[in-house]
């Protein structure tokens, strides 16, 4: 059997290379899971403080 032919990589209409769609920048979620993190931490010191201050 023979193989199908592919389409040329090069446009040679002008148009511009069709690029594959970016995903989220990793950067951006890892920093707002990095800041979630540091206010849930925050939080939980909020609750525990008073009673440990209690003690």
Same mark, same amino acid.
């Given at each position: 059997? +023979?193989? $199908?032919?592919?389409?040329?990589? !090069?446009? +040679?209409? #002008?148009? $511009?290379?069709?690029?594959? =769609?970016? !995903? $989220? +920048? *990793? =950067? &951006? @979620?890892? !920093?707002? *899971? =990095? &800041?979630? &993190? =540091?206010?849930?931490? #925050?939080?939980? *010191?909020?609750?525990? *403080?008073? @009673?440990?201050?209690?003690?």
């Amino acid at each position: 059997m +023979s193989e $199908p032919e592919r389409p040329p990589t !090069g446009s +040679s209409d #002008g148009e $511009p290379p069709v690029r594959p =769609a970016q !995903g $989220p +920048s *990793l =950067a &951006l @979620f890892y !920093g707002l *899971l =990095a &800041l979630a &993190l =540091a206010m849930a931490i #925050g939080f939980a *010191l909020l609750i525990v *403080l008073p @009673f440990y201050h209690r003690r």
